[in-house]
T-cell receptor, first 110, second 112 residues
């Protein structure tokens, strides 16, 4: 079935780069998304990538897509304490709904 | 441009009661989707509405229902509440089905 997998935790030092990885199963997904959720809040759309792209850069964020391996990653450069949150990878399922991973909790240590 | 508005933000209900949650999408967006978020199951899709029609439904019991009005606002209803319905309910707004989805702050439902 359709599934998205992510590692659950990542800890980095302030100023370092963070890389959050995700694998997905539906090769027909046209868009893949990254969302951020802070405590007590909803989901904030960070960025997305169209399936015919390999890479997308948006300020400190870089998304890499390996369609052959169905692997998506989000790199956050110069990670700050304000980046501490849960990051969700999501793909569009065959019926159009978003399918989310369990989320990666990013902890940034000063 | 106003974002997605969900009301109320918090609710406490008793088992057996019913509840209605509301979502106002971004102006111009006609697609509204609902998701349930729990620590154990993560984010699960409930249903999607587009132009007042339910287009897609997740794997939830019939106690969960929804509707969309002509102004694109959507409501979801949960009847005969169970303790396991305690969750954060998130609404997402999209211009069309395969476009970016923007989420509201959610409604935190606690069933006691």
């Amino acid at each position: 079935g359709e599934d998205v997998e992510q590692s659950l935790f990542l800890s980095v030092r302030e100023g370092d780069s963070s890389v959050i990885n995700c694998t997905y199963t539906d090769s027909s997904s046209t868009y893949l998304y990254w969302y951020k959720q802070e405590p007590g809040a909803g989901l904030q759309l960070l960025t997305y990538i169209f399936s015919n792209m390999d890479m997308k850069q948006d300020q400190r964020l870089t998304v890499l897509l390996n369609k052959k391996d169905k692997h998506l990653s989000l790199r956050i450069a110069d990670t700050q304490t304000g980046d501490s949150a849960i990051y969700f990878c999501a793909e569009r399922g065959s019926q159009g709904n978003l399918i989310f991973g369990k989320g990666t909790k990013l902890s940034v240590k000063p | 441009k106003a974002g997605v508005t969900q009301t109320p933000r918090y609710l406490i209900k008793t088992r057996g009661q019913q509840v209605t949650l509301s979502c106002s999408p971004i102006s111009g967006h006609r697609s509204v989707s609902w998701y349930q978020q729990t620590p154990g199951q993560g984010l699960q899709f409930l249903f999607e509405y587009f132009s007042e029609t339910q287009r897609n439904k997740g794997n939830f019991p019939g106690r969960f229902s929804g509707r969309q009005f002509s102004n694109s606002r959507s409501e979801m209803n949960v009847s005969t509440l169970e303790l396991g319905d305690s969750a954060l309910y998130l609404c997402a707004s999209s211009f069309a089905q395969n476009t970016e989805a923007f989420f509201g702050q959610g409604t935190r439902l606690t069933v006691v």
